[in-house]
Structures are given as C-alpha cells and as structure tokens.
C-alpha cells in the first residue's frame, strides 16, 4: 500500500501554509474531539520546528465556550423541568408517570432549538394534527382519554416557554439552549472575538443553528470552511451521502457557497482498493473473523504496530468479543469508543436486584422464587459469592415456596446478606445496601484479575448509586423503587466507559461516529448489516412525521443520509477494506447485508476490487444424531441386579418398553431434572392434588360398603380438601387464583365426576365395596430360573356386588386410543399401551397375593364423562376378560420384558420414534 495524505494533514499543511509558525490566533473547530487528537498529532508532522499552536475545539465546545451557559447533565435537567411541569400543568402527573413521558419531550424541544424554530408555532400545529387524528368523521365527541390527551398536549408550549426562561435565570442550559443562545447572537459574538481566523473542518450535516454561526463568521471574512468530501456523491442528485452538501451548493439552506467548492479529489474513484466481503453466522463470529485477520497480518510480521490499521464496530456490542479475541502479540489497542454501562454484566446483576425487590412489594415484603432463580443463575452474581447455580437453585426448590422471606434465606457471605438481609423496598435502604454492596465486592475481588474489567464498570456504578443518593435528599417525590429504578436507567444508559490508552498508537478500535475525521490505510468494519448501517432504529419524538417534514426537521431519510456519508468518507482513502455482516437469517429479515454494500457493488469503479467470501458454520443436524447405544457392562449388570431386588414398577417397564436409553439415563445412570419450583400447577402436581383429594374422600370408608347418601355428603368435603392439596402442592399461603384458579375449578369438576360416577354404579343395583386406597402392591416373576421383584402403587380397589374386584387407576390426563390387546406384538407397535401394561402388572401382583378370580383391572379416565375403561384382552380371537388365563397373559407380557431388560447381550437403545421425545427430560443429550 502506497501511503496518502489524510484530510487532516492536509488541513494541517494548508494552515501553516497560510500563517507560518504562529497560529496562536487561529481557531480549528472540528465535529469531534477525537479528531482534534489527530489534528495536533497532524500538525506537529507537518513541521521540523517550534510553532505557536491553534486553539483546537470540537463544536460543543466551541459553542459552549461562547454561550457562557453550564450545560446540564440529563438527569439534573429533568428534575428542573419537572419543577416547572408541576407548577405549571393543568393535571400534573406523579413523578413515575412523568419520568416517562418527559425524556421525549426533552430530546424534542433540544432539536426544536438547534434548529432555531419558533416553539409555541410548532406545539400549536402539533395541537392540530393530533385534534384532526382524533376527530371522529361521525360527529361523535371525543372521549375524556382523548381530550385529556389534546389538553396535554396543548401545555407543551407552556413547558417550553417556562422551562427555558428559569435555565437561563440561572446561566443553565442544555445543548439546544447553548447552540441557540450563540446563534441569535452570532454577529455580536464574532464582533468581542479575539481571533483572526476560525476554521471549521470536516463537518457534513449541520443543525440551522450550526448554518447559521457558519455563515456569519463565513461573511465576516474570518471564518473558513473547510469540506472533507467526493464528487462520486456529491454530484449525483441521488446519493444519500451528499445529501447536505447538495444543498449548501444548492444554496437551499441558511449555509450557502458562494462559489464552485474545490473537492481535493476523487478519492473513491481514484485510490486503488481492495474491498472484501466476509459473511458469518452470529455476532461473535464477526469478532472472532476480524481477529484473524490480525493474526495474520501479526504473523507475517511481528512488527507491524497497525498504527493506519482501524476496527469500526457498528455494534457496540461486539466491543467485549473482539477484544477477547484479538491475539496477544499486539504492541498497542486503543480503544476510541466508549462501551455502554448497561451492557455490563455488573449492571444486568443490580438490575436484577431492582426486579427482586421491587416485586417484594407485590409479596408481602417476601422474595419472588422467579427473581430469585434470575438472581441465582447470573454470572456475576455467581463470581461474586464463588458460588454454583445448580446449588442455589436446589436450595430454593427445596423449599418449595413461590415466596420466601428474607430472614429463611440462608446466607454464606457478606454479599449475600446484603443483597437478602439488608436491602429494602424502600429507595433510601436500597441505595445504602447497593452502596455497601459495591463496597464490599471491591474489597473482596480487588486481586481477582478476571473480574478487572467488570470492577471497573461496577466503580462506575458507584458513582450512579452516589448520584441518586444526593437525588433522594432533593427529591422526596421518588418514594419507591419502580420510580428509582425509572430514575437508575436513564444514567446507566448516559454512561459510556471510556478506555484509558495511548490514542495515536497501535490499532484503533472505534465506532462509526469516532471515524470522523480520520483516515486509515485498513478498515475492519464488523456489523455491517441493515439495521445497524443504517441504523433502523428511530428515537421517541411527540413531533409526527408531518410536522418534521414542515420544519425541515431530520427525518428518517435525512438520519441515513449522515450515516452514509460517515461510510463513504472512511472509504475516501482506505487501501484495503474489509466488512463483515452477520448472514444468520429469521423470519424477522436478520442478517441482510447493509444496503450500502450493494450500492459498492453497483458503483465501483476499475479501482476497486471486490472478493467476497462465506464463512460456513452450519453442520448437518444429522452429524450430531448418531443413534446411541449403550452396551451393558459389569457396572450396568450390577445395577439391574439391585433394581430387580428392589422391584420394577410399571413406570420403569414402561419407560424400558418406549426407549431403552431413556431408562439407562434415569434407572442406571441415575440422572435426573433440575427440580423446577413454580407458582402454576403443573400436569403432575395436578394429577397429585386430585389423587390427594380422592383419597382424603374415600379414606374413611375403606373396608366399608359405599352408601348413596356416603356418596353425597362427599360433595361438599371436595372443594376445601382440594384446595388444601393445591396449596400444599403450590406451597400456598392463599387460596389460589389466576391459573391456579382455573386449574383447581377444573380439578373439582374431575372429583366431583368420580363421586357422580359411583352414585350411577349404585343406582345401577352394584353395590360398592371400597376395599384398599394407594395399595402398594408386591409380586415377583420368574426370569430364567432367577426371582425378580416387581412393585407398584393402586390408586383404589373396591368390589362390585356380583365379586368382580376393581383395580382402578386415575387417570387425569388423555384417553387412550387403545381399545384392546390381540396380540403379544402390540406392545411393540401401537401408541398408547402404558396404561394397559401398568393394569396387567397390578392384576398380576394383586392375583399373586389374592388370587385370580373375578380381577377386572379398569382405568378412570377422570377427564371424560364416561371415564371407566377395562382393559380388553383378546387371544386367537377370543376373549380374555379376568381370571387366571388374563393373570397368565400379565405374566407372560411382564416377563418377556424384564427378560429382554436383563439380558447381558441386550444394549441400551435409542428409540426411532422421535415423537416419543418431545417431552423427555434427556432430549438435550440426544440432540433430539
């Protein structure tokens, strides 16, 4: 690569050219103050001798310097106008509903002023178009929501006139204010000025107040503007990224050039190019992309310090991965934008507390299991106290409560007893614990080099936490946490870390806005995706599209004019460009390319050489979904041998018959889920609450004949014994309610049902015999000359009138399909045979004990109306409906499968049915 000029050097040769060694009465205004960096830098190898420097400004501070206004922080400035909004709305709002609202209205009339527009004219028309948005065509009157709406609304004039007249009382402002302040007063500004020459430089898209000031030191002769831009776009009527200069030529604007701007050159079109378009999949491969190729670079020489070298992130949250990622033979990174406070994984933990706390007041003062569980699995949280989620976790669902009081929280460490035994719902206990916390996590990790960085940001953190404690001694309306937390947000969000570092040396790492100004012979763009470039977002405004339009206010077209002059202009002098866009695509549209990338397509000239490239993560599924097969071994054979002395029950079978390796994982292996606390009842709790119930019911006339009338007094016991059951299953202090509610109505129409049920086999001449509630039963099979215990638990057994013995289970869940078994093979290919394997396993334990005669195993079927189904046996065709030829087929089917269970040479096996794995807990291991 050839080195060229950049713009500022340019800039800084032209100035020395024209005033020699002394510019100490020149003033160089610049976008930014990152530039005027590199503008000194520029300057000082631009000349081999000693020089009077210029003044270097960014234009903030140019304008800020001659307004002689303090410019309020955002917070401060809030405050302030909510001290004007209550002594001046019709209505005023609490502090919480105002705080978000007011931050719109804010940003508006600070555009509203940089702009130079005549307030009250814009609030009137804004009245205007949102009476005629709200007027009904029917003749119908508005509604009071509406007119509560346009009285709004019809204040903001008020606001504005009131808010701006007490800032300027006190010297105070904010930037709109400031920019306005200096250009109503521009002629008498420039008349009490000292220096002989102010030179603006590199700026594009200018506010009417920044025209304006422009202008008038452009007319006194002792202004200069200096352009940084390229006739591929500025001479073509239709290019975004010369949008503002087509209309300062145009004459169109406050600003007007006199005469033919002189463009250095064309740089896109001249300077050749090498341009490469990389597409990943996912945000932290763009990183890791970015990285290599300055490994590469780093590997073919160990020297290169990447001085003209620049990575521009259009994501500022591809910040952390680069940087983990970039290798380590660097001599220098600095890092020229800031990372958002809010993305650090310090603040996502105190916002978390925010949540915990502030849902308290919900509970009773009482601790959220759900923001808990958030607490307990957050990655800083875990560093701090050097703990392990898995363990919190248990220790919470082993308590089995949807709240819990601070005090039964058991705490290990200082941290901990902050953060659960000394904070409050209240904003001042909030502030001082989150204090203390901070304090004593400093203390505690001070030496802990991994956590370097994320202390840092919690410092910072402190600092907001300082802030808002000084808030609270003049700000008695912020009396909760909701309010505080509005409040802790909105100077999260204000705060950028700004990394300490050398800024003229080693590879510059920036944001797109940081790139004004500068140039560089490589550029690494990561994000480069519609959506970040331009960005799609559009700010919150009360100003409607119409109204911008009629102002000549910046309007969505206008905002991605800026941005793509920002990226036409780091092309200007690049040799080699290099960007990277995520490719990974959903239904959202992610991952489109950015539109600027097809128009470099489109536009290039002979200079540029475009390679595009694919960096193809994705693997076939299938790769990662070999059938699994685990053969038994000594430890396997071990095993079976103690679960078949400690007896199989028919849900272990039953597991077996549906996927051998789904019993391995949770009968050998022992695996098991994560206990899940929740506050809705859940299938199985369910099923347990109404199981519990109908026990409680039918317990006291075990051994007893049911009587019509027993049957009735039951009805009225349901609905407090279920709700006691669905509290001890929910852990509940109430009734319930919500979901819960709507679960338990739907759990007493299932008892209820059973009770209705057993009066109809009544009224039909059977009279009823309750004989065991939740049995368990016991029984044994023969496999190869070895006894092998079977085990299980029935759910009721009663005997009809005619001696037929029922052996029922409830079932709270779907009917089965299943009819009938004809054959042994149907236990192999139909759906639905686990509720008839378990009945033939209790018929058969209960005939080893009781004998065979008169068993009719039946299922309860609590959700339908006609709820009893027996099971139905039919063998060359003909049917086997209880005795000893059924108990025969039960054995038979039991034994052919804990033979099979048993058998050294049968592995463990996978099954092909993946319906089956739709709800099984060890789907993630078999990438199912």
């Known amino acids: 690569m050839h080195p060229v000029q950049s713009f500022l050097h340019t800039l800084a040769s032209r100035l020395l050219s024209l005033h020699g060694n002394d510019l100490s009465e020149v003033c160089v205004v610049l976008p930014g103050r990152r530039s005027g960096v590199f503008f000194r830098r520029a300057l000082g190898q631009c000349t081999d001798r000693a020089i009077w420097a210029p003044t270097v400004h960014s234009i903030e501070d140019f304008i800020t310097e ?28 609490p502090i919480d509903r105002f705080a978000a609202w007011a931050p719109s209205f804010l940003s508006d009339i600070n555009e509203i002023d940089l702009n130079l527009l005549d307030a009250p004219a814009v609030f009137h028309d804004l009245h205007s178009v949102e009476r005629i948005a709200r007027w009904n065509p029917d003749g119908t009157p508005p509604t009071d929501f509406q007119k509560r709406h346009l009285d709004f609304v019809r204040q903001f004039a008020t606001f504005y006139t009131e808010l701006t007249k007490d800032l300027l009382s006190r010297n105070e402002g904010y930037q709109g204010l400031a920019f306005r302040k ?64 087509r209309r300062y030529i145009g004459r169109e604007s406050i600003l007007k050039l006199d005469t033919e701007w002189e463009f250095n ?235 300490r570092g050398e800024p003229l040396s080693g ?26 470039l331009p960005s799609g977002s ?88 070999p059938t699994i097969i685990i053969n038994k071994g000594e430890t396997e054979q071990e095993k079976l041998v103690q679960l078949s002395e400690k007896g199989f029950s028919p849900s272990a079978l039953n597991r077996y018959r549906n996927c051998g390796l789904q019993f391995y994982f949770s009968y050998v292996a022992g695996f098991h889920e994560q206990d899940d606390l929740t506050e809705h009842i859940a299938h199985d709790t369910f ?104 085990k299980g638990f029935a759910d009721r057994i009663d005997r009809l009138s005619d001696g037929t013995v029922r052996i029922i289970d409830y079932k709270t869940g779907g009917k089965s399909t299943v009819t009938r078994v004809t054959s042994n093979d149907d236990f192999r290919g139909k759906e639905g045979m686990d509720h008839f394997f378990q009945l033939l396993m209790y018929g058969l334990m209960y005939a080893q004990k009781h004998g065979p005669e008169n068993i009719r195993p039946a299922i309860f079927y609590v959700r339908h109306n006609e709820m009893e189904k027996q099971l139905r046996v039919e063998m060359d065709k003909q049917p086997v409906l209880t005795d000893q030829p059924l108990v025969d087929f039960a054995r038979d089917r039991v034994t052919e499968v804990i033979t099979e269970l048993l058998a050294p040479d049968a592995a463990f096996i996978q099954t092909e049915d993946e319906k089956r794995c739709a709800f099984c807990d060890f789907r993630g291991i078999c990438q199912r």
């Open 687 to 790: 099923g347990s609450a109404v199981h519990g119930t109908l026990e409680l019911l039918y317990k006291e006339f075990e051994g007893k004949v049911l009587s019509a009338d027993d049957l009735t007094a039951m009805l009225p016991k349901v609905k407090p014994l279920l709700e006691a059951q669905f509290r001890e299953q929910l852990s509940l202090d109430e009734p319930p309610e919500g979901r819960n509610l709507l679960a338990f109505e739907v759990g007493l129409t299932y008892v209820n049902r059973v009770i209705h049920a057993d009066i109809a086999t009544l009224k039909a001449g059977h009279a009823i015999t309750i004989v065991k509630l939740e049995e368990p039963l016991t029984g044994t099979v023969d496999i190869e000359g070895r006894t092998v215990n079977i």
């Open 265 to 499: 050159r064309p740089w896109l079109n001249d300077i050749p190019k090498q341009l490469d378009i990389i597409a990943v999949q996912r945000k932290v491969s763009q990183a890791k992309v970015a990285a290599s190729l300055i490994a590469k670079r780093l590997e073919a020489n160990p020297d290169t310090d990447f001085q003209r070298t620049a990575i521009v992130l259009n994501d500022e949250q591809l910040l952390m991965p680069l940087l983990h990622a970039l290798p380590e033979g660097l001599k220098g990174v600095n890092i020229t934008m800031g990372y958002g406070l809010q993305f650090s994984q310090s603040a996502v933990f105190i916002r978390k507390l925010f949540t915990l706390w502030q849902n308290s007041a919900d509970h009773a003062g009482r601790l959220y299991h759900r923001d808990l569980a958030a607490l307990f699995t957050d990655t800083f949280f875990l560093a701090i106290t050097d703990k392990e989620a898995h363990m919190m976790l248990k220790r919470l669902t082993a308590a089995r409560k949807v709240s819990i009081a601070p005090n039964d929280l058991v705490v290990d460490n200082d941290i901990e007893r902050i953060v659960f035994h000394t904070m409050g719902a209240t904003p001042a206990g909030f502030l001082a614990a989150l204090d203390s916390l901070i304090a004593t996590v400093h203390h505690a990790q001070k030496d802990n080099q991994s956590l370097a960085l994320e202390l840092e940001f919690l410092h910072r953190l402190g600092k907001v936490v300082t802030r808002l404690i000084d808030l609270l001694i003049t700000q008695p309306d912020i009396t909760d946490l909701k309010t505080l937390h509005i409040f802790w947000r909105q100077l999260v969000r204000a705060v950028q870390l700004d990394f």
């Open 66 to 93: 001659r307004s002689g206004l303090t410019t309020l922080d955002r917070t401060t400035l809030l405050f302030r106008f909510f001290d004007i909004y209550r002594q001046h709305a019709d209505d005023p709002q």
């Open 182 to 245: 200096v250009a109503e007063a521009v002629e008498k500004d420039i008349a009490s000025s000292s220096w002989k020459q102010v030179v603006f430089a590199g700026f594009n898209a200018l506010t009417a107040t920044e025209e304006t000031i422009l202008q008038a030191w452009q007319e006194s002769g002792r202004g200069v503007i200096v352009w940084d831009m390229d006739p591929h776009y500025v001479s073509d009527p239709l290019h975004e990224a010369g949008h503002y200069m």
């Open 507 to 532: 590879l510059q790492v920036m944001g797109m806005l940081e790139t004004r100004n500068l140039d560089f012979e490589e550029v690494i763009m990561l994000g480069v995706n519609e959506g970040n």
């Open 538 to 625: 559009v700010s919150n405004s009360y100003l409607t599209y119409d109204i911008r339009g009629g102002y000549g206010l910046a309007r969505q077209n206008e905002r991605d004019a800026v941005t793509a002059y920002h990226f036409y202009r780091l092309l200007h002098r690049a040799q080699r460009i290099t960007l990277i866009y995520d490719s990974d695509t959903d239904a959202m549209g992610k991952g489109e390319v950015s539109r600027y990338v097809h128009q470099l397509r489109l536009e290039k000239g002979d200079n540029i050489t475009i390679r595009e490239f694919e960096v193809n993560q994705k693997v076939t599924v299938k790769e990662f979904r």
